[in-house]
């Protein structure tokens, strides 16, 4: 059965830092881009990052400093987004999505979705 499922997030303080993972069953990533958006509320759904199925990351948040980033662990089939240096303004319900071979910032290119994962970070 193919399932995407998010664990990590919470509350952090600003400036604080926090790690989702995605874990992938049913496919294998070396087939598959896997992309992290959130929404926060009264917003649409925005691209955070996506990494590639040759291992690539791009990183749509445009936060520079390497405030988002992307790696995965083939072995466990599992994505993860560091974020670091987190505002309050980064809060909102993440997600991972799914999609063959190349990565895409339009959340509607994406079938397979994750449960989504709330992060709040305080003021």
């Known amino acids: 059965q193919l399932q995407l499922v998010q664990s990590g997030g919470g509350l952090v303080q600003s400036g604080g830092s926090l790690r989702l993972s995605c874990a992938g069953s049913g496919f294998t990533l070396d087939t598959y881009a896997i992309a992290w958006f959130r929404q926060s509320p009264g917003k649409d759904r925005e691209g955070v990052s996506c990494?590639?199925?040759?291992?690539?990351?791009?990183d749509y948040n445009h936060s520079g400093q390497g405030q988002f980033t992307m790696s995965r662990d083939i072995a466990k089939n599992t994505v993860y987004l560091q974020m670091n240096s987190l505002k309050p303004e980064d809060t909102a319900v993440y997600y991972c999505a799914r999609r063959h071979w190349s990565c895409s910032s339009y959340d509607g290119d994406f079938g397979s979705w994750g449960q989504g994962t709330q992060v709040t970070v305080s003021s």
């Open positions: 990494i590639r199925s040759d291992g690539s990351a791009i």
